[in-house]
């Protein structure tokens, strides 16, 4: 049974920390717009490797990985289930379904056309390791401005989504996204953001919080406090 540990519990970049191997496609892909974005993500994944971390990222056509390299790496998979040929055959292994007719991930269908996964999961050729499909390390140029920013921006898996074109902050339009749970099985989607209840009006005869001079014995406190703190009392 899988479950998430040290060195194996994601995010994304989280496979990045170890040995890993680019694994570029050799065949054609389902579409020709995955074709497109998986090429011009594969481009920008080596050029921007060279540039952060000042040398090459390591990688392999698909029809060139041995036993050993499955052994040794995270495997970072180019393409999808036509186009890569070890991405096919670990398919039917991976949580999401990705076939010409569609992609569902997380048990929300997307068009096959117009999507594409951005996914870590456990290597189903060797569970001790990742897998990532079509993603390096997830912060991009904008990000470059500051270390501060330099963190993962994906969870475990993504969906992108062409409408957007790949820019400075992400590789497309983010239209779905989250993380395994520690079995790394699907988690239920997130309920929305609700709207925080009003707070009631203050009474009449409530006195003040403001402090009208020095001595007062109220002391007035910022909004931001009361609403951690609640409403400023009176001195002992």
């Keep these: 049974m899988l479950a998430k540990r040290h060195g194996l519990s994601g ?26 974005w998986v090429g ?8 921007e490797w060279q540039k952060q971390f000042r040398g090459d990222a390591p990688q392999k056509k698909d029809t060139e990985v041995k036993d050993e390299d499955i052994a ?11 186009s890569n040929a070890v991405l096919k055959k670990i398919a039917d292994k991976l ?41 390096s390390f997830t912060y991009r140029e904008y990000d470059y401005l500051n270390n501060a920013r330099q963190v ?19 590789p497309g339009k983010i239209t779905d996204a989250g993380f395994f749970n520690e079995a790394w099985q699907w988690k239920p989607a997130l309920r929305p953001p609700q709207p925080r209840p009003k707070p009631p009006p203050p009474s009449p005869e409530a006195p003040s919080t403001r402090c009208l001079n020095r001595n007062s ?20």
């Design 11 to 36: 995010p994304v970049d989280d496979a990045f920390m170890d040995a890993f191997l680019f694994v570029t496609p050799t065949g054609p892909a389902l579409n020709p717009a995955v074709e497109k």
């Design 40 to 47: 011009s993500e594969l481009n920008h994944a080596v050029v």
């Design 72 to 82: 040794r790496h995270n495997l970072i998979l180019w393409g999808d289930p036509s």
């Design 95 to 135: 949580p999401i379904k990705w076939t010409a007719e569609g992609l569902e991930v997380n048990g929300k269908k997307h068009a096959a056309g117009e999507n594409a996964p951005v996914l870590v999961y456990p290597n189903p050729l060797n569970p001790a390791r990742y897998v990532v499909i079509n993603s």
């Design 152 to 170: 993962p921006k994906l969870p475990d898996w993504a969906v992108v989504n062409f409408s957007e074109a790949p820019n400075v902050v992400s």
């Design 217 to 236: 014995s109220l002391h007035h406190r910022p909004p931001v406090m009361e609403h951690f703190f609640g409403p400023a009392s009176q001195d002992r």
